[in-house]
């Protein structure tokens, strides 16, 4: 059985300004001990994809299909057995650690709460197991750092709490949104070794703009562009040898690959191209693409694309 399915997932927003389409009709599964990446430029619906799952959207989101974790369908449960899934089993990592972190609260006391929420430790121990866990996370002077709140702390820092604060439930999967985004590249390199580390084990959705870090840290990668999947397969196959127009494009426009730029625009996720979404942007597009909206083809070895050129 699978860790998680998504099932014909869609998620929409209704705004004053027409029908959000945050999420398309997406299929995606992820097994025990894997860790898929999920790719796409800013807006295209990732995070929105990522924090359905965990049902932390706005309550205004329409959300359709099936999301099954291990079989249950998570859109069918109550609100009450979501909160015990939510930490117990399924972590999220969140985008921000400067927003997510309470700043008025001492880093390690929100560790210590996480802890006593789903432990049942008492304070004082949670408060221990939290210093340790911290200095697990290679926080140096764990002791000191727990005790200081989260501005005292620099960017690699804070997200090293969220890190742990995600992980101090013991976890068997974990939404990782962007947690390398806004870093530098010391401390990005850092960041992943240590993901690589703590995700040993256990399953991944790692969100993120950036192919690179799918790249070294996960075993698949899913390309998501204005709502929809593009082409999903192994994450080695997918970099050496990427079938749909969008993703070479990512990877062409990687340092290591010439930093050249796609064309154009992600388009509004309210007004979507006709035929192909990424049509307008796309070096070989014909006539046919601005028509045929095309199907997502599963060419039966662990890959699938979205584009009339590979049918
Ligand atoms: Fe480009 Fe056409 Fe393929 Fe879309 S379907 S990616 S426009 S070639």
């Known amino acids: 059985m699978r860790l998680l399915e998504l099932v014909d997932l869609t998620v929409s927003f209704p705004t004053v300004d027409g029908v959000v389409r945050a999420v398309d009709h997406v299929h995606l599964s992820i097994d025990d001990v894997e860790r898929m ?7 295209c619906g990732k995070t929105v994809l990522g924090m359905s799952i965990i049902r932390l959207l706005h309550p205004s989101a329409r959300v359709g299909g099936r999301i099954l974790y291990r079989g249950r369908d ?3 449960i109550s609100a009450r057995d979501m909160r015990r899934l939510r930490g117990k089993e399924i972590a999220l990592i969140p985008q921000n650690p400067t927003t997510s972190l309470n700043p ?15 432990h049942g430790m008492s304070k004082t121990e949670a408060w221990r197991l939290a210093v340790n866990m911290l200095g697990e996370m290679r926080i140096p002077d764990p002791e000191r750092r727990a005790r200081q709140y989260p501005h005292e702390l620099s960017g690699g820092m804070r997200e090293r709490v969220l890190i742990t604060m995600a992980l101090a439930c013991n976890p068997t999967f974990i939404i990782a949104d962007e947690p390398t985004k806004g870093l530098d590249s010391k401390t990005k390199s850092q960041i992943l070794r240590l993901m690589r580390t703590v995700t040993a084990g256990r399953s991944m959705l790692m969100i993120t703009h950036d192919l690179g870090v799918a790249r070294s840290i996960c075993d698949r990668i899913a390309v998501m562009y204005a709502g929809e ?8 196959e997918i970099m050496d040898d990427p079938l749909h127009p969008y993703t070479r494009g990512l990877i062409n426009s990687l340092p290591s690959h ?32 601005k028509n045929i909206h095309p199907d997502m083809i599963d060419l039966g070895n662990g890959r699938a694309v979205r584009c009339i050129l590979c049918t």
């Open 37 to 43: 990446g999920l790719i796409g430029e800013t807006g």
């Open 74 to 76: 998570l859109l069918e």
């Open 104 to 118: 008025v609260l001492r880093v390690g006391d929100q560790i210590a709460e996480v802890i006593q929420l789903h």
């Open 229 to 236: 999947l593009l082409e999903w397969g192994p994450s080695e």
């Open 258 to 289: 010439g930093l050249e730029a796609i064309p154009g625009t992600s388009p509004s996720l309210i007004n979507l191209p006709s035929g192909c979404r990424f049509h307008p942007r796309c070096r070989l597009a014909t006539k046919t693409c």
